[in-house]
């Protein structure tokens, strides 16, 4: 249940959120503006703007997953400032997600899941998911979601959650 949790759902949001980023470039186009605008706009003073909530959303799915199978997650520096270097970050991201596999999830679910920041606390990789990873991963998407709104970007609630796996009888 993991697995499908974080790679398969993770997967899916960061694949929406790219292309979240292609209609605000071609917003940008159109209204005939920098994107730079876009990418660094933000809710409110004291909240990350766009290209922090994509990076964060990056780095969400990736340790979490490699958290809870105790692989090696991709480096990242925190240095994009471009739409093509975000969308390069996201593509990384996904590729990454796309090795994993159902059985790397074995034994993650009474893992011991700790962040330097938790001060020698510790969730089990049940919990680190359900409580924390999922959670934030949704913050961050959607606060790029909503930057991106607010900004009149057209986006309505099917660009956020994607393709549906509808089933017929």
Same mark, same amino acid.
Request: net charge neutral; proline share 4%.
């Given at each position: %249940? ?10 899916? %949001? ?39 909530? /994509? ?57 011991? /899941? ?26 961050? /998407? ?21 393709? %549906? ?5």
């Amino acid at each position: %249940m993991l697995y499908e949790l974080t790679v398969i759902q993770f997967s899916k %949001m960061l694949t929406n959120l790219d292309q979240l980023l292609d209609k605000a470039s071609a917003y940008a186009d159109t209204k005939k503006f920098n994107l730079d605008v876009l990418l660094n706009a933000r809710l409110a003073p004291d909240q990350f703007h766009l290209i922090r909530q /994509v990076q964060i959303a990056c780095d969400t799915a990736k340790l979490a997953v490699a958290r809870l199978t105790g692989k090696t997650a991709p480096v990242h520096e925190d240095t994009e400032t471009t739409l093509a270097e975000l969308k390069a970050r996201i593509n990384d991201v996904v590729h990454y997600l796309a090795s994993m596999t159902p059985q790397d999830f074995d034994g993650a679910k009474e893992r011991h /899941v700790s962040q330097p920041r938790w001060e020698g606390k510790y969730l089990t990789g049940f919990d680190y998911a359900i409580q924390h990873a999922i959670p934030n991963l949704y913050f961050h /998407v959607t606060t790029a979601y909503a930057i991106l709104r607010h900004n009149g970007v057209d986006l309505g609630k099917k660009d956020y959650l994607g393709a %549906m796996p509808f089933k017929t009888e």
